[in-house]
């Protein structure tokens, strides 16, 4: 199953990075789409079908809490599983991403491999790339 994935980082360099992460990690991407702040982010959301959004907490003009507490409060994007991906270390930070339903969390740098993982973990995949049997319950398998 292919996913399209929104990557969401102030920083062109560190998208085409976690771009090439996933690529090269084999994960299996309909479409890559990207927004330079949560802000663009959600005209993106508003626009595409998007499977999974891996975001940054510190961005300019709309930060990536700010925008994980956006898409909670829109039923259609609500439910988009949402993997945080950054050089934030405040734990503070780490579990307010979590309440507001962040399924996967990872520290940069990382490997092709976490990624990977991270995001079949957050979209309920097996490691071939199909859906697990249970379903993830809101909070449940978080990868923090």
Same mark, same amino acid.
């Not at 508003?46 to 925008?67: F, K, Q, R, Y």
């Not at 829109?74 to 579990?95: G, K, M, Q, S």
């Given at each position: 199953? /292919?996913?399209?994935v929104?990557? @969401? !980082? !102030?920083s062109? /360099?560190?998208? /085409?990075v976690?771009r090439k992460?996933i690529t090269l990690? =084999?994960? &299996?991407?309909?479409a890559?789409?990207?927004?330079a702040n949560?802000r663009?982010?959600l $005209?993106?959301?508003?626009s *595409?079908?998007? !499977?999974?959004v891996?975001?940054?907490i510190?961005?300019? !003009?709309?930060?990536g809490?700010e925008?994980m507490?956006?898409?909670?409060?829109d039923?259609l +994007?609500?439910n988009?599983? @949402?993997?945080v991906v *950054? *050089?934030?270390a405040?734990?503070?930070r780490i579990? $307010?991403?979590? =309440?507001?339903g962040? =399924?996967g969390?990872?520290?940069?740098?990382f490997l092709?491999?976490?990624? =990977?993982r991270?995001?079949? /973990?957050?979209?309920g995949l097996?490691?071939h790339g &199909? +859906?697990?049997?249970?379903d993830?319950?809101?909070?449940?398998d978080l &990868?923090?």
């Amino acid at each position: 199953m /292919s996913c399209n994935v929104l990557i @969401v !980082d !102030d920083s062109l /360099s560190m998208r /085409s990075v976690i771009r090439k992460i996933i690529t090269l990690s =084999r994960f &299996d991407v309909g479409a890559f789409h990207e927004a330079a702040n949560g802000r663009e982010a959600l $005209e993106t959301l508003a626009s *595409t079908w998007i !499977d999974v959004v891996i975001t940054d907490i510190n961005m300019p !003009d709309m930060n990536g809490i700010e925008l994980m507490q956006a898409m909670i409060k829109d039923e259609l +994007y609500r439910n988009i599983p @949402v993997v945080v991906v *950054t *050089t934030e270390a405040n734990r503070e930070r780490i579990e $307010e991403a979590a =309440r507001l339903g962040a =399924r996967g969390f990872l520290k940069k740098p990382f490997l092709p491999e976490e990624l =990977r993982r991270v995001l079949q /973990s957050a979209l309920g995949l097996e490691k071939h790339g &199909d +859906y697990q049997e249970k379903d993830v319950m809101e909070g449940e398998d978080l &990868d923090f």
